[in-house]
């Protein structure tokens, strides 16, 4: 299973600040929950790292 592998599953996708000073991803999808705290200085290399990804997908007309 790759990146490009498309799947049938539901989730949900919760960001937000934690009361420790970290932003939190929090996934929950089938019952499993996924919490996964980053520093602000990770977290904002993650939201460079999407944003890049968006405007690859626009480039290819996704």
Do not use: Q
Not at 23 to 31: E, K, M, N
Not at 41 to 58: T, W, Y
């Amino acid at each position: 299973m790759g990146m490009n592998t498309e799947r049938d599953v539901e989730a949900n996708l919760r960001i937000g600040p934690t009361d420790r000073g970290m932003v939190r991803l929090f996934i929950d999808a089938d019952g499993v929950e996924i919490p996964m705290d980053f520093e602000p200085d990770e977290a904002r290399e993650i939201a460079e790292e999407i944003l890049a990804a968006i405007r690859i997908a626009e480039a290819r007309g996704s």
